[in-house]
C-alpha cells in the first residue's frame, strides 16, 4: 500500500492514473477544494491534522508516501489542528519562512519520525522522465549554447531561493528568473522579438532540493507558451524532471522546431 500526498497542480491527477493501473493506495488529500474527494480511497485533511495524517497512513499499513503537487504555505491562523499538528506547528512555521518546498521537508521529517518513508514519484512512474539526450530534430546551435551556459550559471548563483527552478535566456542574458508564482508566469513575461526563434528555458531541479519531491515539471501548455514567447528551446536535467504528455509535447518541439536537450 502506498500512501499519496497529493497538493494542487494537474501532476497529482497524473500520477494517480499510473498508480491505480499497478499499486493499491490511499490519497492524502490536501487541497483546499478537495479535488480527490469523489475517489473512496481519499482522505481529505488539513495541513495541520498530523495526527490524522499518520492514524489513516498507519491503519491502512503505508510504510511508504509519496508526495506530488504543490503545498502552499497555508494561513496558520486558520489552519485545523489536532494535537500532533500543534506540537508540530511550530516548526512548519519556521520551515514556511524558507519558502513552500521547506513544509514539504519538514512534513517528509515528521513522517520518517513515525516510521514512514518518504519515495520520488519517479519510483513508480519513470516513464515521465527523461535520461540525457535530445528529443527534437532541432539542435542547439553556437548562440543556444551560450544561452545554456548563461541560464546554468544564473541558476547557481540563485541557489538560495527555494522557489528557483527556471530561468529564460536570450542573446547570452537572463530575461527572466522563476519567482514563487511559477514557471507559467515568468514565461508569460517573455515577450517574442522577432519572427526567429530565439533564447532558452532552463528547468533545473534547485540547489539544495530533496529530489523526492517538487522536482521540475514540463508538458504541452509549457511548449505551448514558450512557442508563444518566440523561444527555441527547453533543457532539462538527467532523469530529475517530470515531463507530462510526453509524446504530443515531443511532436509539438518538432512540428514547430524547438529543440529539447537533457543533459
Sequence with gaps: MIGLIFGETEFPKYILKEVKKKHNYIIIDLTKKKIFKKDKNSYSVSIGQFGKIISILKSNNCK?????????????????????????????????????????????????????????????????SLSKGIYSSIKPNFKDKKDIRCGEKALKKSGNFSFVQGVVCRNN???????????????????????????????????KQDKRIDLPTIGLETFKQCKKAGLKGIVLKHNLNIFLNKMKSIQFAKKNKMFILVK
Design 64 to 128: 511508504k508516501v509519496l508526495f506530488a503537487g504543490k503545498v502552499s504555505k497555508p494561513n496558520f491562523k486558520s489552519v485545523k489542528l489536532d494535537l500532533k499538528g500543534i506540537y508540530y506547528l511550530p516548526k512548519i512555521i519556521k520551515s514556511s519562512k524558507l519558502g513552500d518546498a521547506a513544509i514539504l521537508k519538514k512534513i517528509i521529517k515528521i513522517l520518517r519520525h513515525e516510521n514512514i518513508r518518504t519515495v520520488s514519484s519517479n519510483k513508480y512512474t519513470p516513464e515521465i
Design 173 to 207: 542574458k537572463v530575461i527572466a528568473l522563476e519567482g514563487r508564482s511559477g514557471t507559467k508566469s515568468m514565461i508569460l513575461s517573455v515577450k517574442k522579438i522577432n519572427k526567429i526563434q530565439s533564447g532558452v528555458l532552463i528547468k533545473f531541479p534547485k540547489k
